[in-house]
């Protein structure tokens, strides 16, 4: 685990990722390249998993950093029946732009929580765990603490990050009105770290690390870059 203490850009620096997220709300579904590769992953390895759930057999998700909704939305038409999705995070501002999209949807709940603040009863833990380019802005062993208290044995959770290889260059950011990058507080972490912080909570990795890559309508300098890393946990 490692900070990033030098950026190769200029930048106006926000020393609150609350702060920080609460500046970019209103642009943040915009998307970007990162963003763009998350998606994809997210679309290559938690859709099919669960779509192919028992339709019978309900399911309490939670999305941690939900932000403002962008994989909660994903998740919804494609739960069992009586399935829940409990939707964390701590900037009111991305929540304020997540809760209008499920107005009318009694399956999606927000908590407005930070990391270390958050606790569920033994009858809310919960079935699944998604988080994902959250652990960029967290230290790696409260981060796992936290998805090992909530899930329950037998749970999986769905982690993605910044690659590191994009991560020694930069991290993320969003342009102000006054046309400068504006960065949060970040660590670079190593898919090898993250793995053995998870393992000290009883996180063990099922299948291989996934890395994604820039793809070819990107601009040039990101194609078929390692720009986000996502790792598919089993809590035993």
């Known amino acids: 685990m490692s900070s990033i203490p030098n950026l190769p850009f200029e930048h106006v620096k926000i020393a609150s990722n609350v702060d920080f997220y609460d500046s970019w709300a ?16 997210f679309e290559d390895n938690v859709l099919p998993r669960i779509a192919f759930l028992p339709r019978s057999q309900p399911v309490h998700i939670m999305d941690l950093g939900c932000g403002t909704g962008r994989n909660t939305t994903k998740l919804v038409p494609l739960l069992p029946p009586g399935s829940r999705i409990t939707g964390v995070e701590q900037s009111e501002a991305m929540l304020n732009i997540a809760k209008p999209k499920f107005m009318e949807n009694r399956s999606v709940n927000f908590i407005r929580s930070s990391l270390e603040a958050l606790e569920v009863t033994e009858d809310e833990k919960v079935d699944a765990l998604i988080s994902t380019l959250v652990l960029e802005h967290v230290p790696l062993a409260p981060f796992f603490q936290v ?9 999986w959770a769905w982690v993605t990050s910044m690659h590191p290889d994009l991560g020694s260059q930069g991290q993320a950011s969003f342009t102000n009105e006054e046309g400068k990058k504006v960065v949060g507080v970040s660590w670079n972490h190593t898919p090898e770290a993250t793995i053995a912080a998870a393992e000290q909570e009883g996180l063990f990795l099922e299948g291989e690390v996934v890395i994604g890559r820039g793809g070819e309508k990107e601009k040039e300098k990101w194609q078929d870059v390692k720009m986000g890393v996502g790792f598919l946990f089993i809590k035993i």
């Open 26 to 41: 209103a642009q943040y579904d915009q998307s970007n390249p990162l963003q763009r590769v998350d998606d994809k992953l």
């Open 147 to 155: 998805a090992a208290r909530v899930l329950k044995s037998g749970g």
